[in-house]
């Protein structure tokens, strides 16, 4: 798409006047623009383009006893994704993981974006800090230290601490369940969701919530009327990257969901280095960027609607 | 009275925003906080507001205290610099939000809505978002918003300071008329004096945080107590000289070796003071001339003319005196006037003792709490 553009910007007709020298260093700066455009695009095509189409090619061919992939052409793997109940129960467990993680994030999310877009300095830059902390280390790391917290026997932190509360020895069994993987990817991912709101958040002047609590709104009122619509963009881009984290996340589901609650990633991994069925692996790679292209669709689409109608507004 | 302010009291860490303010708002008057930046305007309309908690003071309004009520219970109209409308709603939906707080029904929310943009002149705009809007449109949108509520005080922090100054003259002409109309108790902040003699009926003149006078437009400009409210609203001449006589409401200035009389009962001979005229009371007329019947008796001073400098509808024109102070004079310039002085003309400045006031003796404002 860049390509696209900078040929034509060279091809321009210069401006009336302006000297045969120039319009050829304009010729020039457009195909040192290709030149050094050129790594990145042979980096994306050989890296991610080609694959892709390979990808999307296999999916939709058959593998024959030797493990061949070729003809005919069939739409099989899709289907058996969707009909089969062991796959679609994946499926379907992965879009509810993402979605339950995204809509906490969200809940938990707000207030935490609330401090510091709104909160006093001090406060606002150790959240900030709490809150992009846990970027900088593993996500391994962090999936082994929920894996020792949420942990089933007696030993699990969140054990110990319920059986000092008095909860009996063994109070919470969450670990290999979809909670824990909800409860990793919440933290892993807290930061995507509550960045873009806070930065939202910070967008709203304060004179606007002012002006409502002098017309008579109460706190709730005009978190529902004003605040929250104003930070729609923030949090719509906050539900897609939670939502697309998690959706395409492995490493947590396979440390705290262990094989109970498989989602695609680990379906994937298992067919194509256990199985060895790639055409139906890489069916499962193509629904799952799909997915991930929707939602972000999606959002984009709403996030323009937004801004476009104050755009529009402002050129009538 | 319709609002009571009474000892009303801000303070910031060890400085005072506002310090013990005291005034009364009658009912349907509108009173403009007048001060240079930073003199505590703001703090104290948004004490009034309930958006910032004051330090010491009570605040009354309809005589009942409203200390204890929170901002949304208050009942009053507010309009910010930023006009503060709400981005995501059309004007027809930021008139109707304090309608729809105050859960009234529908058919009385659109009437209301109607009245308020005809009353605004913006039925054109009900479906409009803000943003497609121009500066004075918005403050329109914002002041039918506040006022569709009914509100018992509507209070403005310069509300015009964004606007050029036409439209804020036009705007300024349409707001009193609209509040005047209403008959709704209105406090405007400005801190241009202009504005605040067009729209307001009394006008309190703040410093750092003190009420420094309160009076009519007419009376704070024709009888300012100090030197500060003398400048602050309009151009001034002062003369400081000693005190040589004070009889039958009158006192007698040696200003540097001539006689200035003055209005005045606060003074005693002897004590220095400080006297003030304001440029347009000032009559210029050649030195040496003798007298007239009608100005026998005003006070004159040779003068030096420095600077002429032509403003349209006046004149300006600066001169020196023998004391080595400056002195300004307004000339109208008619069509048919005579040849005025030039620069570097001796001269005689001259006006009627009753234009010139005697200024309280000032001590330098404190801030701080002790
Ligand atoms: N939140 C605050 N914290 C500390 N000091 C403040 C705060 N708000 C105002 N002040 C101080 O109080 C004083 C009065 O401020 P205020 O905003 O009321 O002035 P103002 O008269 O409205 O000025 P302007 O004409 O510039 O708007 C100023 O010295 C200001 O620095
Ligand atoms: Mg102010």
């Known amino acids: ?316 | 009275m319709d609002v009571e302010i009474r000892g009303l009291t801000k303070a910031y860490g060890s400085t005072l925003a506002v310090q013990d303010l005291t005034c009364s708002i009658g009912k349907g008057e509108m009173i403009a906080f007048l001060g240079p930046s930073g003199c505590g305007k703001t703090t104290a309309l948004r004490m009034i507001a309930g958006l910032v908690t004051p330090t010491a003071g009570e605040i009354e309004i309809g005589g009942r205290s409203i200390s204890g009520l929170p901002v949304h219970r208050r009942n009053i109209g507010m309009l910010f610099q930023s006009y503060a409308l709400f981005p995501h709603l059309t004007v027809a939906q930021n008139i109707a939000f304090g309608l729809q707080a105050r859960k009234l029904p529908r058919d009385e929310i659109a009437r209301r809505v109607r009245e308020g943009m005809r009353l605004t002149r913006l039925e054109a705009f009900a479906d409009r978002l803000p943003s497609g809007l121009s500066g004075g449109q918005q403050q329109r949108v914002a002041l039918a918003r506040a006022l569709v509520i009914e509100p018992s005080v509507l209070l403005l922090d310069e509300p015009l300071g964004a606007l050029d100054k036409n439209l804020r003259e036009a705007m300024q002409m349409e707001l009193r008329q609209i509040q005047q109309r209403l008959g709704i108790t209105s406090i405007i902040v400005t801190h241009d004096q202009d504005e605040a003699m067009t729209l307001a009926d009394r006008i309190v003149i703040m410093r750092a945080g003190r009420l420094e006078q309160v009076g009519a437009p007419a009376e704070v400009y024709g009888n300012p107590r100090s030197r500060f409210v003398a400048e602050f609203l309009g151009t001034a001449n002062f003369l400081h000289g000693t005190v040589t006589a004070n009889r039958d409401g009158a006192i007698t200035l040696n200003v540097a070796g001539h006689a200035v009389s003055a209005a005045g009962t606060r003074a005693a001979p002897g004590a220095a003071a400080t006297v003030f005229v304001r440029p347009e009371d000032v009559r210029l007329r050649p030195a040496g001339e003798p007298p007239a019947a009608e100005d026998r008796d005003w006070n004159r001073v040779p003068a030096t003319v420095e600077k002429v400098t032509f403003r349209g509808p006046v004149t300006t024109i600066h001169l020196a005196l023998p004391s080595g102070d400056t002195f300004v004079a307004l000339r109208k310039n008619a069509k048919d006037r005579t040849v005025g002085p030039v620069a570097g003309d001796r001269i005689e400045a001259c006006w009627p003792p009753s234009s010139a006031g005697l200024l309280e003796e000032e001590a330098p404002p404190s801030r701080s709490m002790n």
Not at chain 1, 17 to 23: D, K, L, M, T
Not at chain 1, 42 to 56: A, D, G, K, N, S
Not at chain 1, 93 to 99: E, F, M, V, Y
Not at chain 1, 144 to 156: E, K, M, R, S, V
Request: hydrophobic share 55%.
């Open chain 1, 1 to 316: 798409m860049s390509l696209a553009s900078t040929p034509a910007a060279a091809l321009a007709p210069p401006a009336m006047g302006r000297v045969a020298a120039a319009s050829w260093r304009t010729r020039f700066e457009g195909q040192t623009g290709l030149l050094l455009l050129s790594p990145a695009v042979l980096f994306v095509t050989v890296l991610l383009i080609v694959p892709t189409l390979e990808m999307l090619s296999a999916s939709i061919q058959t593998q024959d006893v030797a493990g061949s992939i070729g003809r005919p052409f069939t739409a099989r793997h899709f289907v058996r994704l969707v009909e089969v109940p062991l796959y679609r129960d994946v499926l379907v467990a992965t879009l509810r993981i993402a979605a339950t993680t995204a809509l906490l994030a969200a809940v938990i999310g707000f207030p935490i974006a609330a401090v510091i877009a709104r909160g006093h300095p001090t406060a606002a830059r150790c959240v900030n800090i709490i809150i992009v902390m846990p970027l900088v280390v593993s996500i391994v790391v962090r999936a082994y230290g929920w894996q020792l917290i949420l942990a089933n026997g007696p030993n699990g932190v969140v054990n110990v601490v319920g059986s000092w509360l008095g909860f009996g020895r063994v109070s919470v069994r969450m670990l290999y369940t979809e909670a824990a993987v909800v409860v990793g990817s919440l933290h892993v991912f807290l930061a995507m969701m509550v960045l873009p709101l806070a930065s939202s958040l910070a967008r709203i002047p304060r004179s606007l919530e002012e002006a409502a609590r002098t017309l008579g709104a109460s706190s709730l009122r005009i978190f529902w009327k004003v605040t929250l619509p104003l930070c729609l963009p923030g949090l719509s881009v906050g539900l897609t990257l939670v939502f697309t984290l998690t959706a395409s996340s492995f490493v947590l589901p396979v440390i705290l969901g262990g094989n109970k609650s498989q989602m695609l990633g680990q379906l994937l991994e298992q067919q194509a280095t256990a199985v060895f069925d790639w055409p139906f692996s890489a069916a499962i790679a193509i629904v799952m960027v799909v997915m991930i292209f929707a939602v972000n669709a999606l959002s984009l689409w709403f996030i323009r609607r937004q801004l476009n109608a104050g755009a529009i507004e402002a050129q009538s």
